[in-house]
């Protein structure tokens, strides 16, 4: 296993690329289960879950070439396997955005039940009732998900659960009714950028949506679906991490590719805190050398702050002076990387579903172990303003859902060395002898 070695204390400055989003590059690529002809994705992020998701899609019987710099190519050649290995889906809860597809084009779906993650409870209830809605006949045994439909039919469906609606949900019930018999309405549906590039994905290849990115869906169902070529929006929460880093080491960084549009509640609490960020043509200029003022935060459905942003602002806010509250209504667990940022020097009070952040003068460097993608992400982050030198352990995490972000971060000047999990020697300390000598009595 690798870990990241990061000397902290450098502004960040320079220029670098947002990459292509992985929360819209899964269910798309998922997507092309549903596709008639061969499909070509440009922009798809050079990810460990891209790959996972590839090797699941591979195992469907599907053919996927070409390489992520350049653009993929993605075509059935053989679709009797309808299994979705538990082997595969385990290592991605993102792979369940091949139910949809695979019922719709497939009439049956046997699908590994997604497990659960450090960030919180995460069922799929919504998924199953809306294909349920559809006419699909579900049951779950031994860990899977087992579904058939001769033909999936239109029906209303209302998503929304008690956290709000459902990307993934809405990513499989969109995928499904594009190819079912009538028309489909969606309410509550998931209004997130990444769903809105799936509808659009979906309708370049032939199909009836509308309503993307408002909470009413109508989705009007067609024989088939032809092949097509797409580009994959660039990834905001990436974008967000950028912003957050330059305003962690009171650096001054260029962006290149940052989708702004989807990013006012994240530009506005940022700009609040004490960010400059301008739009400079196709470059946007993060300024992070300004003043801070601590906030509370909020994270919500979208057009909400995202929850994926979420533990890269409790970075920030752990070093910004005043107290922030930050509740997460999405996943109230997701409070991971708190106790790894205290153990930076941070002062943070779990209260529920909230974190009430103390900002210290700095932070820190201190052996620290990432527990998922995104508490990954601040740690990092948290590492490069800490005064000294912060190990991170498990640094797979990172690598799931960001495309190369030490090599991004160190162009900018920041000192992150990747290297081999040393296994930390368990030497004992000697212990005084009067103190053994109690120990060994006590024992007795
Ligand atoms: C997607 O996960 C993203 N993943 C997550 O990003 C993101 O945090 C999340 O949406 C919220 O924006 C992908 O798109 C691959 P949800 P998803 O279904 O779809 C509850 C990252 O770091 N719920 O929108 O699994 C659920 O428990 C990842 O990139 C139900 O109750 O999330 C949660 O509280 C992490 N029943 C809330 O809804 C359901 O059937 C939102 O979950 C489904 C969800």
Redesign the pocket.
Known sequence: MEMFVVSGGRPLKGRVSVSGA??AA??IMAATLLADGPVTLHNVPQLV?VATLARVLVSLGMKIHGDTSAALHFETHDDSNVTADYELVRRM??S??VLGPLLARRKRACVSL?GG?N???????????GLRAMGAEITIENGYVYAEAERLRGADIYLG???????????NIMSAAVLAEGTTRIEAA?C?P?VVDLGNFLNSLGAHIQGLGTPFLTIEGVERLSGGEYRVAYDR?EAATLMIAAGLTRGVVELEQVPVADMTAVIETLTHIGLKIDQLGPLTIVDGRGLRSATDLVAL??PGI???VQAQMMSLMSVTPGMSVITDR???D?FMHASELVRMGAQIRREGPTAVVQGVEHLSGAHVMAS???ASAALVLAALAAEGETVIRRIYHLDR?YERLDDKLNSLGASIRRVDDQPVGLTTPEVPMELSKHRSSRAA
């Open positions: 992985k929360n899964l269910p879950d809860r993102a369940i955005c997604p993650c960030i919180g409870h995460r069922p799929i209830d919504l998924h199953l009732k659960g008690a956290f709000g609606s459902t990307v993934t949900g809405t990513c998931a997130e990444e929460i459905p979208y995202p929850t994926d999405v996943f109230p997701r998922d993608l995104r859902g």
